[in-house]
């Protein structure tokens, strides 16, 4: 019986361990296991005004903050039948791309790209592939640019509130962004070509099931009320409870999803096989160029996913910024009502994020978050369960550790990070 | 001599401190020519617990493993400085600290714990000083990058940092903002630490106190306005509790035993740290 114990992930957000157990040729048992202490979040926000849910969501995580917000503000505006106008909704929906932009370069050069380069960190690229870490530092950097115009910080603003905003972005900012986003593109078009460039490994295949909102009007993007599924299936974001079936398991702090019984995967690569045809511009003629069926099955084209989506990303700020200065600047609407449920959801960085609250009185009386990095926890375990048999049956037992834990921080996975101790114990026992 | 060896760990909380560390751009790379990092884990892999200058941490306890690792990483560390709110004081998730339902909590999202978890051994959450001792503060939620590269360098040097001891109040004036709690809003601008810039009063927002509690503050006085200004008790002290964390707790239990306070003989609260 061998045993392989990846005691903490690096590079990824959070803290996370990977326990893979091998008797001869066979894989016994895979667990991801989440220690990130518990924290409770949906239970503190009990008793609380949803102004101060607004403060206390985001803190969920210092990546996702502004998706947790805006998924946050659309559940409770629902709950409290508060319609915002076009142009808060527009300036929104700018500052979520903001955080996908951030997020994504993150991901892609910081936590990813040294596995495909061979280096321990970023930090250690610098010398042989300065440019790309500049690049890299760029992307994010504007990304937190944009987070921070609109929601008053690059982490934790709070300047998005219930019905609208503190201040809206003044035109002379929206020009700057703008401006900055058109003069980006040629630097995202080099991100996607470098991890077109990459052999992705086909022990890691498997079929599976893919999840994401489904923007209105045949349009990409990252909000939605509806739910499509690759089953051809499309619900209703008020079903999610149904739709993804969280559970805890006892070897982690962080719930499991399950749709129908079976692991699915959420993130840039499954809005890119169930949306990608919607893409238009470069970020649409690079899919066409890249896109293959093994796209359904490698999850390791979900960073070449995100890199396409931070091209989409970047060719459609423009668009949006003109649609925003072409509209009144918007008083911030008030609710007339203190109670009722509402379920908001967004397409965070990672994936489907689902916040629901109900309220009495003005109070929170029940509130249920499911994250994205929790949907996908189950189809990380099934993809380095077919991971590890596929390279054992092959004989290949080399940088074991390393293969799995690429595997694991290719879906990007948040459980926001510990120190990385690998630990491989192999024993004779038969237990 | 060798370069100073220094190591960020993680505990509970948003990543929010290495994530600002992240975005230091070409001070991070001075920084990382300057010293040997041991440990930096959304960075780098590689990370160890090992004799270190300095350790900073960032996040609250909230198992009984954290609690293991933040004592070994203390009797290995020279300095040790705690970053981001969570560390500090305890964040968000020591809001109801001392309130006895932190099971029932749990139990709400997890289910029965005792049968659950038996490895992991969770903890109502408690900020690194309820367990060992802290050298240097850095507020913050997250921290702010100047005020990180400023302590850094002075740690780095063999000096203490100078953060600012005052609140976000006199950063808001210095912005020639117009005062929120003059306009009737629940701005805790008075009872928290400055550093921020006063970013959320330059949008109109009043200010939620999340670099929490100041070195030196009048929680009575401001507990006074906002009733009278028309919140009520239960109100102000969600507000107050929200970022307070450890201090504010204490502080609040103060104010509550003397039922006739004043704002001038009431206890002064020393930012708990």
Redesign the interface.
């Given at each position: 019986m061998k045993r392989i114990f990846i005691k903490?992930l690096?590079?990824?957000?959070?803290?996370g361990g990977i326990t893979v157990k091998i008797d001869g040729k066979k894989v016994k048992d895979v667990k991801v296991q989440i220690?990130?202490?518990?924290?409770?979040?949906?239970?503190?926000v009990v008793?609380?005004?949803p102004e101060?849910v607004l403060?206390?969501v985001p803190?969920?995580?210092?990546?996702c903050?502004l998706s947790h917000r805006y998924a946050a503000l659309k559940g409770l505006e629902k709950a409290l039948n508060i319609e915002v106008p076009l142009r808060t909704r527009l300036t929104r929906d700018l500052m979520l791309i903001g955080e996908i932009i951030q997020s994504h370069s993150?991901h892609i050069f910081?936590?990813s790209l040294?596995d495909f380069l061979g280096y321990?960190?970023?930090?250690?690229m610098?010398d042989n592939y300065g440019e790309e870490v500049k690049r890299g530092?760029a992307m994010?950097?504007f990304g937190?640019r944009l987070m921070e115009i609109i929601s008053?910080?690059?982490?934790?603003?709070?300047?998005p509130?219930l019905g609208g905003?503190?201040?809206h972005p003044s035109q002379k900012v929206l020009v700057e962004i703008k401006e900055s986003a058109e003069k980006l593109v040629s630097d995202a078009e080099k991100i996607v070509e470098l991890f077109a460039s990459f052999d992705y490994p086909s022990y890691v295949e498997y079929d599976t099931t893919f999840m994401a909102l489904n923007p209105p009007d045949g349009k990409y993007g990252f909000v939605s009320n509806s739910i499509l599924i690759s089953t051809d299936e499309e619900r209703s974001v008020e079903e999610y409870k149904e739709v993804i079936q969280e559970r805890?398991v006892?070897?982690s702090?962080a719930k499991r999803s399950r749709y129908n019984g079976e692991p699915f995967t959420v993130g840039a690569i499954a809005r890119i096989n169930l949306l990608g045809e919607r893409l238009s511009g470069k970020a649409g003629d690079y899919y066409k160029k890249l896109y293959s069926k093994r796209w359904l099955r490698n999850p390791f084209f979900n960073n070449l996913a995100q890199a396409i989506e931070v091209l989409y990303c970047l060719e459609t700020i423009p668009k949006l910024v003109d649609k925003i200065m072409g509209l009144e600047e918007p008083v911030v609407k008030k609710p007339f009502k203190d109670a009722g449920t509402g379920t908001g959801a967004v397409e965070a960085p990672r994936g489907t994020l689902y916040h629901y609250y109900s309220m009495k009185d003005g109070l929170i009386t029940d509130c249920d978050i499911a994250t994205p990095t929790a949907q996908n926890l189950d189809d990380i375990e099934r993809c380095l369960r077919t991971a590890v048999g596929n390279l054992l049956s092959k004989g290949i037992e080399d940088d074991l550790e390393l293969k799995l834990?690429m595997i694991a921080r290719a879906y990007d996975p948040c459980i926001?990070?510990?120190?990385?101790?690998v630990k491989v114990e192999t024993s004779n026992n038969s237990d | 001599m060798g370069k100073k060896k220094i190591g960020i760990?993680?505990?509970?909380?948003?990543?929010?401190?290495?994530?600002?560390i992240?975005?230091c751009?070409a001070e991070?790379?001075n920084l990382?020519d300057l010293t040997e990092?041991k440990?930096?884990?959304?960075?780098?892999?590689?990370?160890?617990?090992t004799l270190l200058d300095i350790g900073l941490l960032e996040?609250?306890?909230?198992?009984e493993?954290?609690k293991r690792?933040l004592k070994e990483i203390r009797s290995h560390a020279k300095i040790l400085v705690a970053m981001g709110i969570c560390a500090c004081f305890g964040?968000?998730?020591s809001?109801?600290l001392g309130e006895g339902g932190?099971k029932k909590?749990?139990q709400?999202?997890?289910?029965d714990e005792d049968?659950?978890?038996?490895?992991?051994k969770?903890?109502e959450?408690k900020p690194c000083n309820a367990f060992v001792k802290i050298d240097y503060y850095i507020p913050g939620?997250?921290i702010d990058k100047k005020q990180f590269l400023h302590s850094i360098t002075h740690v780095l040097n063999g000096s203490s940092p100078y953060l600012y001891q005052f609140s976000v109040c006199t950063e808001c004036k210095w912005k020639e903002n117009d005062c929120l709690l003059l306009r009737g809003l629940p701005c805790l601008g008075p009872l928290t630490r400055g550093g921020?810039g006063a970013?959320?009063l330059?949008?109109?927002?009043p200010c939620?106190g999340?670099w929490g509690p100041a070195e030196v503050l009048n929680v009575p006085s401001e507990y006074r306005l906002l009733i009278e200004k028309g919140y009520t008790t239960e109100?102000i002290q969600?507000?107050f509790r929200?970022?307070g964390g450890a201090p504010m707790v204490e502080c609040l239990k103060k104010i509550m035993k003397q039922s006739n306070y004043s704002a001038t003989k009431a206890p002064r609260l020393k930012g708990g740290i």
């Open positions: 903490s690096a590079r990824v957000e959070g803290h220690y990130e202490g518990p924290r409770l979040i949906e239970k503190l008793g609380k005004s101060d403060n206390i803190r969920i995580c210092g990546i903050t993150l910081f936590l040294p321990s960190s970023a930090m250690d610098v530092l994010k950097g937190y008053a910080r690059i982490i934790h603003g709070e300047n509130i905003f503190g201040a805890v006892p070897y702090f834990e926001s990070c510990s120190a990385h101790l | 760990y993680s505990f509970s909380g948003c990543s929010g401190e290495q994530l600002v992240l975005e751009g991070l790379f990382c990092i440990s930096f884990p959304m960075a780098q892999s590689n990370n160890e617990y996040g609250s306890i909230t198992t493993r954290q690792e964040g968000i998730q809001m109801k932190w909590r749990f709400k999202v997890y289910g049968k659950l978890f038996k490895t992991m969770p903890l959450s939620c997250p921020c970013a959320c330059c949008y109109n927002i939620v999340c109100e969600r507000k929200k970022f």
